[in-house]
């Protein structure tokens, strides 16, 4: 019986080894396919997380007019003001102008009237009210944000823009590009006039 | 005729003819010589316009300072007088030979009122007065004028500032 056991014995400990071998390979190749599985669904959502968080750091405002001061676009355009992680940028329909943060040197922000009818049209029309009717029209006014933007080229030539925004949109902008890394220093504040009653 | 009639019509002619001469000669006297006019002309290739910094005790809002050189910096190129207009803190103006420097140094502001101007059109009015000065690189003032800018009855109060920038133009126009 010993022997019998002695012959036996080597015989199944191999087959069991082979056993044990299979089931860990097996188990190993479980454990790989389920971490590529879970990597591959994985990934896209990681990647949604990150293109979240750009958009959340930039935000565009529309219908702003650029006074002056942007390369290649004309004095008095209208078009998107958008600030990017790198930048501001401006668009028109074709147009585009990009000041890098980096070059930012200072940013301010202030508050003006604009009349409601304005400009060639507006003033053609404001004549033409008989009995003076046009001064009543010339009352109507709304507020709207200025915001300047100063800024160096590559030449170290200095610049600034100007910017007219619809009321309160200025502020929070600036508070943008400044949490972007735009330069600003502290600024005295002009006391605004009275605007006197006629 | 007679001569006791052609007498009073020779002394108008002499009158008048003394007259002309005596016009003639004040306006060719008060004419400048043509040295005189070269000797105020100044010549140069390129100009650069350094910053507008107002003194402490002048407040004037950021977008008018800025506007203001902006629109000095468009009219000086739309005058076509030099070669190149450098701006304030241009590495390439240091290699310029014959280099003027345009000075903008504010004296007066005062903020005035779009509606103001559209309701009243004799108030509201708003203006700016800058001391323009052309130096030399070395700091030697070559010109100096008061100039003025306004606003009055239609338009943006930013538009004293490109009124302002068109009477430097006619400035450089005359002196250059």
Redesign the interface.
């Known amino acids: 019986m010993k022997t019998r056991c002695a012959q036996i014995t080597p015989a199944a400990s191999c087959t069991r080894c082979e056993l044990v071998r299979r089931s860990l390979r097996l188990c190993g190749l479980l454990v790989f396919g389920a971490g590529l599985v879970l990597s591959a669904t994985a990934a896209p959502s990681f990647s949604r997380q990150s293109a979240t968080s750009q958009n959340l750091a930039s935000s565009s405002i529309a219908d702003v007019k650029c ?3 942007l390369e290649n676009i004309k ?1 008095g355009a209208k078009g998107m003001l958008t600030s990017l992680p790198t930048g501001l940028e401006f668009t028109t329909g074709q147009k585009n102008a990009e000041i890098a943060t980096s070059s930012i040197q ?1 940013v ?1 922000t ?1 508050r ?4 409601d009818v304005s400009g060639m049209g507006g ?1 053609l029309v ?1 004549a033409a009210i008989p009995y003076g009717g046009g ?1 009543v029209v ?2 109507f ?1 709304h507020k709207v944000d ?1 915001l ?1 933007v ?1 800024y ?2 590559m ?8 910017f007219v925004l619809s009321a309160g949109k200025a502020t929070e902008f600036k508070n943008q590009l400044v949490a972007h890394g735009a330069k600003v220093s502290t ?2 504040e ?1 006391p605004e ?1 009275k ?2 009653k ?1 | 005729m007679k001569p006791h009639r052609r007498a009073p019509l020779l002394s108008m002619f002499s009158f008048a003819a003394s007259g002309a001469a005596l016009l003639m000669g004040a306006s060719l006297l008060a004419q400048p010589g043509p040295a005189a006019k070269q000797t105020q002309k100044l010549t140069a290739s390129a100009i650069q316009l350094e910053r507008i910094v107002p003194p402490e005790d002048l407040l004037i809002p950021e977008d008018t300072r800025v506007s203001m050189y902006e629109n000095v910096i468009l009219q000086l190129i739309k005058t076509k007088k030099f070669q190149h207009v450098y701006r304030s803190g241009d590495r390439n103006a240091t290699d310029a030979p014959d280099l003027v420097i345009l000075h903008l140094i504010p004296e007066a502001f005062k903020k005035g009122s779009q509606k103001e101007r559209e309701v009243t059109t004799v108030a509201g009015t708003t203006s700016i007065k800058v001391k323009v000065q052309f130096t030399s690189r070395q700091g030697k003032v070559l010109l100096e004028k008061d100039v003025e800018g306004k606003v009055r009855f239609y338009g943006e109060n930013l538009r004293a500032t490109y009124d302002l920038a068109k009477k430097v133009s006619a400035l450089v126009n005359e002196s250059f």
Not at chain 1, 112 to 115: F, N, T, W
Not at chain 1, 155 to 162: R, Y
Request: charged letters at 20%; hydrophobic letters at 30%; proline letters at 8%.
């Open positions: 006074v002056i001061g004095p200072d301010f202030g003006e009237s604009r009349q003033t404001e001064r010339s009352l006014s200025v300047a100063e160096v080229d030449n170290g030539g200095f610049h600034g823009a100007i600024h005295v002009a006039p605007e006197q006629p």
